[in-house]
């Protein structure tokens, strides 16, 4: 049995990848292929999981000329999302074979009440998919913040969803990181850069302590190319890093280690006992495992070996799998 899962994507976009040849700035580039789907980190990692063959419910901001088009790229998807004035943003990736370059735009604003509507929506949400399981839910909240949006409301949302029980995953960046491990997220996934910025020294176990000291479980630092860093309450860290050079597609990389760090706790989730509140101790001690670290690193290679982000192939991710290395710190 696996957890039913719901991720919430605060600042959902139209994904636009272009794929050239070799990138010249400044210069006219042909384009060979054009891509259009709905994306933002939420949808890249929900996906992921699709292509691993577990459902998850999404959810997010919404709103303007291009919602239509966004909601009929996930309609294989139970999309469920609160509706607001402002318009959907859209941002472009151009790829080569050297690697890919991002334009992101900064979406929508936002203000209290529309923090107000997810919040009631995605509560309802986490309340009607754990009653019908008979479990507690994994709830992922992913993404950058919309312009506007109140910190306190951004940490309400995750106190609420984790005093009802369930498992509560955060991959932001800036204060949003900070407020989501004072606000007792079980599971953070920055990056090294996100994690620098956010607490203001680059030594990444300083940075990771701090997080922690603030009511943050287990961190997982995305390192880029040299993989990726896992600090749980009471264990050595782990660093892990795939014996292969990948080259693609970056973008959503990151997604997939979320992905995958969800695909493991999942099952786990639907077997612990009552409705308590989770601690830090309990994902570390029976949620993710440094067996399952291996597993998220191959995720994220494999999502780099996709021509866009947020899909997965899972042979190439068992492939990836035995070359996998791994370390105590």
């Given amino acids: 049995?696996?957890?039913?899962?719901?991720?919430?994507?605060?600042?959902?976009?139209?994904?636009?990848?272009?794929?050239?040849?070799?990138?010249?700035?400044?210069?006219?580039?042909?384009?060979?292929?054009?891509?259009?789907?709905?994306?933002?980190?939420?949808?890249?990692?929900?996906?992921?999981?699709?292509?691993?063959?577990?459902?998850?419910?999404?959810?997010?901001?919404?709103?303007?000329?291009?919602?239509?088009?966004?909601?009929?790229?996930?309609?294989?998807?139970?999309?469920?999302?609160?509706?607001?004035?402002?318009?959907?943003?859209?941002?472009t990736t151009v790829v080569d074979d050297s690697g890919a370059t991002a334009f992101n735009e900064a979406g929508p604003s936002v203000d209290e009440s529309d923090w107000q509507?997810?919040?009631?929506?995605?509560?309802a949400t986490l309340r009607e998919i754990s009653a019908a399981a008979g479990t507690r839910a994994v709830f992922s909240l992913n993404g950058s913040i919309p312009p506007g949006s109140p910190v306190a409301a951004y940490t309400s949302l995750i106190s609420r969803a984790r005093e009802d029980g369930h498992l509560v995953i955060?991959?932001?960046?800036?204060?949003?990181?900070?407020?989501?491990?004072?606000?007792?997220?079980h599971v953070?996934?920055?990056?090294?850069?996100?994690?620098?910025?956010?607490?203001?020294?680059?030594?990444?176990?300083?940075?990771?302590?701090a997080l922690q000291e603030s009511g943050a479980g287990v961190v997982i630092v995305s390192r880029g190319a040299e993989g990726l860093e896992v600090h749980a309450p009471g264990r050595r860290p782990v660093h892990a890093w795939l014996e292969a050079d990948v080259r693609g597609n970056t973008v959503g990389a990151g997604d997939a280690v979320v992905a995958a760090a969800i695909a493991?706790?999942?099952?786990?989730?639907?077997?612990?006992?009552?409705?308590a509140p989770l601690t830090s101790c309990d994902v570390a001690e029976t949620l993710l495992t440094d067996a399952d670290v291996p597993h998220l690193v191959a995720a994220g290679a494999a999502a780099v070996a996709e021509p866009v982000a947020g899909r997965i192939n899972p042979e190439t991710l068992a492939a990836f799998l035995p070359r996998v290395i791994t370390k105590e710190l």
């Fill in 1 to 91: 049995m696996i957890a039913p899962i719901h991720i919430v994507t605060p600042n959902p976009a139209l994904d636009v990848t272009y794929r050239v040849d070799n990138l010249q700035l400044g210069e006219a580039n042909r384009v060979s292929d054009i891509v259009r789907i709905s994306g933002g980190k939420g949808l890249n990692a929900a996906n992921v999981l699709a292509d691993l063959g577990i459902a998850a419910s999404v959810g997010g901001f919404i709103g303007g000329a291009l919602a239509q088009e966004f909601l009929a790229g996930i309609d294989h998807l139970d999309a469920r999302f609160t509706l607001i004035e402002g318009s959907l943003r859209t941002t």
């Fill in 117 to 123: 509507a997810l919040t009631s929506d995605t509560l």
């Fill in 170 to 185: 955060a991959d932001t960046s800036g204060s949003f990181l900070v407020a989501a491990a004072q606000a007792g997220a």
């Fill in 188 to 209: 953070l996934k920055p990056n090294h850069l996100e994690l620098a910025a956010a607490t203001g020294t680059e030594d990444l176990s300083r940075g990771v302590a």
């Fill in 264 to 275: 493991a706790m999942a099952p786990r989730v639907a077997a612990l006992p009552g409705a």
